[in-house]
């Protein structure tokens, strides 16, 4: 709700208690790369969603990854 509301900021915590009460999954990571990147957190972003690589497969590990090179674009960081 608060990320479509944009609040990022909101969201960005929300999702972080999300993750501290069920744990990390690609999705909560991948969302909460969103949020960071909404509030112009660019390398809490990049974190986030780089964490998402690792334990998403098929579809969300493709968002993770399209996200993290996002994140990287916007930063200048094309080789990364």
């Known amino acids: ?3 479509e509301a944009r609040r ?3 969201a960005a915590a929300t999702l972080r ?3 501290e009460r ?9 969302r909460l790369g ?4 909404e509030a112009g957190q660019s390398a809490d972003a990049a974190a986030a969603s780089g964490r ?10 493709k968002d993770a990854w399209n996200q993290l090179a996002a994140h990287h674009g916007r ?3 094309a080789t990364a």
């Open 1 to 3: 709700v608060a990320f």
């Open 22 to 30: 069920a744990g990390s999954s690609a999705h909560l990571l991948t």
């Open 52 to 61: 998402a690589t690792h334990l998403g497969i098929g579809g969300e590990a």
């Open 17 to 19: 208690e999300a993750i």
């Open 34 to 37: 969103s949020a960071y990147a």
């Open 8 to 10: 990022p900021a909101d």
């Open 75 to 77: 930063a200048g960081n």
